[in-house]
């Protein structure tokens, strides 16, 4: 562990499955984890961050042959489509694991053996009800008007042994860990609902499928006639991705820590089959599961025969990489479902961050230039207004720790704000294109412009887990030459860290306001 950390961070999003194009969903898992993981860092923790995919199981294979090609050589092309979206939302993961590499498959096999030798796993006959596209089996009771609960479509009857592992005996034990454990799961309504669940008596887990219905997996170790259940296969990057049962010191510096980020799609299978998972393996729980909202566009439920599917490249081509990332982060409290529409979009791109941020920024910059050469001005004595700021300024920085520790990323941009409102209403009520006016007035406009230029310093670093170039871009124009990543928010979130004396760079708009009309044509 470095020396100056605070700690050890560890964040996940969840694997996301090849055959999917990446959607707003997915992007939208991926940028809470890279703001989380960003403010970590500022905050002087030793942070990891790990995503990567999903490659096995029906659909692949199916859509391999329906290509005729290998499995293998589908994944490879598809992976690239998460791995370029990822780069161009500007993503800062340590680590991108696919369930296809050996180091993850070794995992996988070594668990399966450890779990079979202490007789965790055994095989028996099963008849029952499975779903080809959500790779499930249910019993008759789980069906909803005889279809797959989880998508509602139609299931197939199959009879076939297969390898099973003991889930059941792990019930009172995790629902003791649940009620015990406030904040693993989160938001409250997620834990209620599982605690719900898992008031009905908890069967035993499938965990294999047999190669003559399916041969694209990782092979059982004990029994080569079988492959390894997709998902039980697919939680298990959460400790191959960070070296379990290696010689790495990563593993036990940050498991402890661990948080996933998840949709509640797939709630029950990250906090009822993985801590048990983790239990029969003598590790234990992440520390968090959090699960967030759908979203719907314009009210409806995304679908591809609605074509109304929200691709992120298309609104990163539309709007901008940050203008999409500050727009995920804000329009909805993570953890509730959101609605996205253009029009939303839109408005919050045109209010946020044009008049508020963009004209704040574009304003403070000008009249640096116009009246003191574009050198940072000497402040002198403060008035009542200018502690005022500074005293925002403070509030803010105090509050957005634990904002962020519950995940309200809405919560603290709302707070960021705050600094952005009181710095333009600072610079309307000190009037310095008035002062500019009078020589006597001089110390006076080196103060406040000084004290605007601080409080956009402050806004930059701030801003930098949510929206990374933009922060950069006016950290440079604001003549820091210190790296913004090498930032700590305790020391250099401090008053005063702006030095008089440095030239800033002649502004361009950060955020060129959008035309409406325009912009619906273009859509």
């Given at each position: 562990m470095c020396p100056k950390s605070?700690?050890?961070?560890?964040?996940?999003?969840?694997?996301?499955?090849?055959?999917?194009?990446p959607h707003i969903g997915h992007a939208y898992t991926?940028?809470?984890?890279?703001?989380?993981?960003?403010?970590?860092?500022?905050?002087?923790?030793?942070?990891?961050?790990?995503?990567?995919?999903?490659?096995?199981?029906?659909?692949?294979?199916?859509?391999?042959?329906?290509?005729?090609?290998d499995p293998?050589?589908?994944?490879?092309?598809?992976?690239?489509?998460?791995?370029?979206?990822?780069?161009?939302?500007?993503?800062?993961?340590?680590?991108?694991?696919?369930?296809?590499?050996?180091?993850?498959?070794?995992?996988?096999?070594?668990?399966?053996?450890?779990?079979?030798?202490?007789?965790?796993i055994y095989q028996a006959s099963y008849e029952g009800w499975y779903c080809i596209p959500c790779e499930r089996f249910w019993t008759e009771k789980d069906l909803t008007e005889g279809k797959c609960p989880d998508c509602l479509r139609e299931v197939v009857e199959i009879s076939e042994k297969n390898y099973f592992f003991r889930m059941s005996q792990y019930q009172s034990w995790l629902i003791d860990h649940i009620e015990k454990n406030d904040r693993f799961i989160l938001p409250p309504s997620r834990r209620n609902e599982i605690l719900g669940f898992l008031q009905n008596p908890l069967e035993d887990l499938c965990i294999s499928r047999p190669k003559k219905r399916l041969k694209w997996g990782i092979e059982i170790p004990f029994d080569p006639d079988y492959v390894t259940y997709v998902w039980f296969d697919a939680l298990i990057n959460y400790v191959s991705g960070i070296g379990y049962s290696s010689d790495n010191p990563r593993f036990?510096?940050?498991?402890?820590?661990?948080?996933?980020?998840?949709?509640k799609d797939i709630l029950t299978t990250h906090t009822v089959y993985w801590p048990t998972m983790l239990r029969g393996i003598g590790?234990?729980?992440?520390?968090?599961?959090?699960?967030?909202?759908?979203?719907?566009?314009?009210?409806k439920k995304m679908s591809k025969s609605l074509q109304n599917v929200v691709e992120p490249n298309r609104l990163i081509d539309t709007y901008g990489v940050d203008a999409l990332r500050y727009f995920?982060?804000?329009?909805?409290?993570?953890?509730?479902?959101?609605?996205?529409?253009?029009?939303?979009?839109?408005?919050?791109?045109?209010?946020?961050?044009?008049n508020d941020l963009g004209n704040l920024f574009s304003r403070a910059l000008s009249m640096v230039i116009r009246y003191f050469d574009g050198i940072i001005p000497v402040p002198s004595s403060l008035q009542e207004i200018d502690l005022r700021?500074?005293?925002?300024?403070?509030?803010?920085?105090?509050?957005?720790?634990?904002?962020m520790n519950d995940l309200a990323f809405n919560k603290a941009l709302i707070t960021l704000w705050e600094i952005v409102s009181a710095s333009n209403k600072y610079v309307d009520e000190t009037a310095p294109w008035s002062l500019a006016k009078e020589e006597k007035d001089r110390p006076r406009l080196a103060t406040v412009l000084y004290q605007t230029l601080e409080a956009l310093r402050i806004i930059a670093l701030l801003l930098a887990p949510f929206m990374p170039t933009t922060a950069e871009k006016m950290w440079t124009h604001l003549g820091m030459e210190s790296n913004l990543w090498e930032q700590n928010l305790e020391a250099d979130g401090n008053w005063g860290g702006l030095k008089p004396g440095g030239k800033i760079v002649k502004p361009?708009?950060?955020?060129?306001?959008?035309?409406?009309t325009k912009m619906e044509k273009k859509i």
């Open positions: 605070k700690g050890t961070f560890y964040i996940t999003t969840p694997i996301y499955y090849v055959n999917d194009v991926t940028v809470a984890a890279d703001v989380l993981v960003r403010f970590k860092r500022l905050e002087g923790y030793q942070a990891f961050f790990l995503t990567g995919t999903d490659e096995h199981g029906q659909k692949v294979e199916k859509a391999a042959q329906e290509r005729g090609v293998k050589v589908h994944c490879d092309e598809m992976v690239k489509r998460f791995q370029s979206l990822w780069r161009r939302l500007n993503i800062s993961n340590d680590d991108f694991i696919r369930t296809t590499e050996d180091r993850h498959k070794k995992v996988v096999q070594k668990i399966l053996q450890d779990l079979y030798d202490r007789g965790e036990s510096d940050f498991w402890p820590e661990a948080i996933h980020l998840i949709g590790l234990t729980p992440p520390k968090m599961v959090f699960a967030h909202g759908w979203w719907t566009v314009e009210g995920l982060m804000r329009e909805v409290p993570f953890g509730m479902d959101g609605d996205f529409s253009h029009a939303t979009m839109v408005h919050r791109i045109n209010s946020d961050l044009a700021l500074q005293e925002s300024s403070a509030k803010v920085i105090a509050q957005l720790p634990g904002q361009t708009p950060l955020f060129p306001r959008i035309d409406t």
